[in-house]
């Protein structure tokens, strides 16, 4: 078996693209600088971008965290943008959620910190959020409840409301967990709502979720799109600003670049094509480029 792998053309040419990132990754100096957060009053919608696809959001009076990864290493895969914030300067959490399994989004040892460092705060320890079929993988990280949720199901956590919503993408931890659910939130307090993607591809879901849930910000993913089958499961910048088109939300948020190296693009790129394509569709006054830890209010 493993001789017949060797001698494979395509598994030794991803072979040998994933050593390139590797390496690449490795001697690439890490860069950015980590901040206090900023805390908001009289229910304002407050909007700090950690890194990757991790935000830290605060609605109706309510702390809430969305694939939250502080990881300075995954795997053999270098950061190379710190965190915008650091773990032991957050809030207690009041709610916190993972899109899906992956291991960019869904990080156990970041998980777990957050849980614990409420219950100390606080003396009990925040919801989680979760698809279905995800259950096992944070059963033991110390969370009060763990709901998961399928596609246009609802939760409400005090004030705010999520709910689960489609996605193109897929689920697996590993190879063999294709059965796991994935997809975006949308997350509504008083006169506010967030839609954070996730992972996706671009797909009609977008107009669906704009019409039934009409999301105020829309928090959308740029990188990971080169080779170009990697557009099977990751929007482009131009994906990205169709999706945007699609939702009418009011502002777009871009995510998913810049902090770990998982595909093939320049390390800067996705942002320049994004300005591009705003400009191109008349809406750059409307796409707001997040520096980590800083936050905006909205």
Sequence with gaps: ???????????????????????????????????????????????????????????????????????????????????????????????????????????????RTIARQTRRQTGTAPTLIVPHHVFDLVSDLGFKKIVELEWWNTHHEGGLEVTHVPSRHWGARILKDSHRGYGGYVLRAGEHSVYHAGDTAYFSG??????????????????????????????????????????KSQWMVPMHYGTFRLSHEPIDEPLKLLAREANAAGVKDKVVVLEEGVTRLF
């Design 1 to 111: 078996m493993i001789k017949s792998s060797l001698n494979n053309p395509a598994l030794r040419k991803r072979a040998s693209n994933f050593t390139r990132l590797v390496r690449h990754s490795a001697i690439t100096p890490r860069t950015g600088r980590t901040h206090k957060p900023t805390l908001v009053t009289n229910g304002d919608l407050g909007v700090t971008f950690i890194g990757h696809s991790s935000f830290f959001l605060q609605m109706g009076g309510l702390n809430a965290m969305i694939d939250p990864n502080f990881a300075r290493w995954l795997f053999v895969l270098k950061r190379l943008r710190q965190p915008g914030l650091n773990l032991r300067d957050l809030p207690p959490m009041d709610v916190v959620l993972v899109t899906h399994a992956h291991f960019d989004h869904l990080h156990r040892q970041s998980l």
């Design 206 to 247: 977008f107009r669906e979720i704009g019409r039934r849930l009409a999301p105020e910000l829309a928090l959308l993913p740029i990188g990971a799109y080169d080779p170009p089958q990697f557009r099977n499961v990751h929007t482009s910048p131009a994906d990205a600003m169709r999706a945007f088109l699609d939702l």
